[in-house]
T-cell receptor, first 115, second 110 residues
Framework: GAGVSQTPSNKVTEKGKYVELRCDPISGHTALYWYRQSLGQGPEFLIYFQGTGAADDSGLPNDRFFAVRPEGSVSTLKIQRTERGDSAVYLC?????????????FGPGTRLTVL | KNQVEQSPQSLIILEGKNCTLQCNYTVSPFSNLRWYKQDTGRGPVSLTIMTFSENTKSNGRYTATLDADTKQSSLHITASQLSDSASYICVVGNAGKSTFGDGTTLTVKP
């Protein structure tokens, strides 16, 4: 595709449920990033992939959050036992590489609401 | 703690006017500084990227400056248009991980 796509665009779930959020990066981009954005705040770094491996997962808030990128392209962010505080917009971005001047291209985000 | 602080939090200007947004950071070590524009309900879109050695970068009506000594950056918007209404986010990169400011919400009125 022409840009980064994320599905679903909106997800409403109940507290305690499991959710998966999907990110399709721009073809050929080796670096992929997940962020979480709460209303009125800037995005908060969660995890960064270089190829198939998580190069930096220090932003994941706890062990309920996990992300994979098995073939170095599509990535899935998985949240177990969701809590109301997990409600936010989850943004995915990709870049050609992790060079200092590489532009990150963001997807439109998935708005997660935990009831 | 790595922090990026932006000011003002919000700004209202008339169409055609210029404005300047500020960003102060305490991120270390420094890799690059980026300005993004984020429309409501959309992902951020990159405007400018500057490394340590660059002190100004332009993209159309947007001009970013960087003073690495004082750890300050500004984004100047010239001849504002209604479509400039958005949140402008300053981002400081550090070895692959970025610290985002909370953004300045700009409203351009006719």
């Amino acid at each position: 595709g022409a840009g980064v796509s994320q599905t679903p665009s909106n997800k409403v779930t109940e507290k305690g449920k499991y959710v998966e959020l999907r990110c399709d990066p721009i073809s050929g981009h080796t670096a992929l990033y997940w962020y979480r954005q709460s209303l009125g705040q800037g995005p908060e770094f969660l995890i960064y992939f270089q190829g198939t491996g998580a190069a930096d997962d220090s932003g994941l808030p706890n062990d309920r959050f996990f992300a994979v990128r098995p073939e170095g392209s599509v990535s899935t962010l998985k949240i177990q036992r969701t809590e109301r505080g997990d409600s936010a917009v989850y943004l995915c971005a990709s870049s050609l590489d992790r060079g200092s001047t590489d532009t990150q291209y963001f997807g439109p985000g998935t708005r997660l609401t935990v009831l | 703690k790595n922090q990026v602080e932006q000011s003002p939090q919000s700004l209202i200007i008339l169409e055609g006017k210029n404005c300047t947004l500020q960003c102060n950071y305490t991120v270390s070590p420094f890799s690059n500084l980026r300005w993004y524009k984020q429309d409501t309900g959309r992902g951020p879109v990159s405007l400018t990227i500057m490394t340590f050695s660059e002190n100004t970068k332009s993209n159309g009506r947007y001009t970013a400056t960087l003073d690495a000594d004082t750890k300050q950056s500004s984004l100047h918007i010239t001849a504002s248009q209604l479509s400039d209404s958005a949140s402008y986010i300053c981002v400081v990169g550090n070895a692959g991980k970025s610290t985002f400011g909370d953004g300045t919400t700009l409203t351009v009125k006719p």
